[in-house]
């Protein structure tokens, strides 16, 4: 009971802070979640990772509901995309039964310093949208540029972006919302309206769909005891749920510049958070 008590007190803040990244930009639970259920209190590698996949789940459920109701959801895009990031998901998660328990240590904390540079890049894009916006008046659609890429380079990009993504969820649990959010948001853009908030909610779509096949997948193979990991994944869904609601709110109320703070800041949070973590554990 007190490991589990003080599991509540550590997760709520931290579960809170993903939902809300999540609304943002599609972020994964997985960074912050899974040493902390693994390294921190104990449980199975795969235990932790199913936590770890339904909170994405959940989150990203609540987002393309919501996001949808604002025409904000490519599902025919994102199905056809979905698809090949199922495939590598399922290809990750066979490697994963072969071979995850045998290097465990591999996941034992994690330092976001790529979603440092991430946090910041996004808050620079919000800047730069801001002076544009000034000169040109609000728009959600003008600040992705045409990309230079051809069509076939678009298109080769994307299945092997999607392909990969969907392995690493299936290989490590890790619900790659983010990578599918970037995909659409830099190759697709302007030309096929994908701004932030679209490309947000056709992600984490796609990352719905993706990681209940996995919990699916992992569960046919009876590798978590749902009995054990009950009462620490209803204390991580729930905050995880409300901050994913509030995120989603605010992001719909607001402009394409403020969105890209937001999502900088956020990522920022969700990685010091990661980061600290992972040096205590």
Not at 243 to 249: M, V
Not at 261 to 280: C, D, E, H, K
């Amino acid at each position: 009971m007190t490991d589990f008590l003080l599991y509540l007190i550590q997760v709520i803040p931290l579960a809170f802070i993903i939902g809300i990244a999540t609304a943002c930009i599609g972020y994964t639970a997985w960074a912050i979640i899974v040493p902390l259920a693994f390294v921190g209190f104990g449980l199975g590698i795969f235990d932790a990772i199913v936590i770890s996949l339904l909170i994405d789940f959940v989150n990203s459920l609540i987002l393309t509901t919501t996001y949808s109701r604002q025409d904000k959801v490519d599902f025919k895009q994102g199905s056809k995309w979905g698809l090949i990031a199922i495939i590598g998901a399922i290809s990750g998660a066979f490697l994963a039964v072969i071979l995850l328990t045998q290097f465990e240590d591999l996941l034992r904390g994690s330092i976001g310093y790529a979603m440092f540079l991430l946090a910041a890049f996004f808050i620079y894009r919000g800047y730069n949208i801001g002076k544009k916006d000034k000169k040109l008046g609000e728009t959600q659609l003008a600040e992705n540029p045409k990309t230079p890429l051809s069509k076939n380079m678009i298109i080769t990009i994307m299945i092997v972006g999607f392909l990969i993504s969907g392995f690493l969820s299936g290989l490590i649990g890790m619900g790659s919302g983010t990578n599918y959010t970037l995909l659409f948001l830099f190759l697709y853009g302007k030309e096929k309206g994908f701004d932030t908030l679209r490309s947000a909610g056709t992600g984490n779509y796609i990352m719905c769909i993706v990681t209940i096949s996995l919990v699916i997948f992992f569960s046919a193979f009876q590798l978590v005891n749902f009995s054990d990991i009950g009462p620490y994944l209803i204390a991580s869904l729930i905050p995880a749920a409300v901050g994913t609601i509030i995120g989603a709110s605010i992001a719909l109320r607001i402009s394409e510049s403020k969105l890209n703070y937001l999502v900088g800041v956020t990522i920022f949070i969700a990685a010091l958070a990661g980061s600290i973590q992972s040096v205590i554990l």
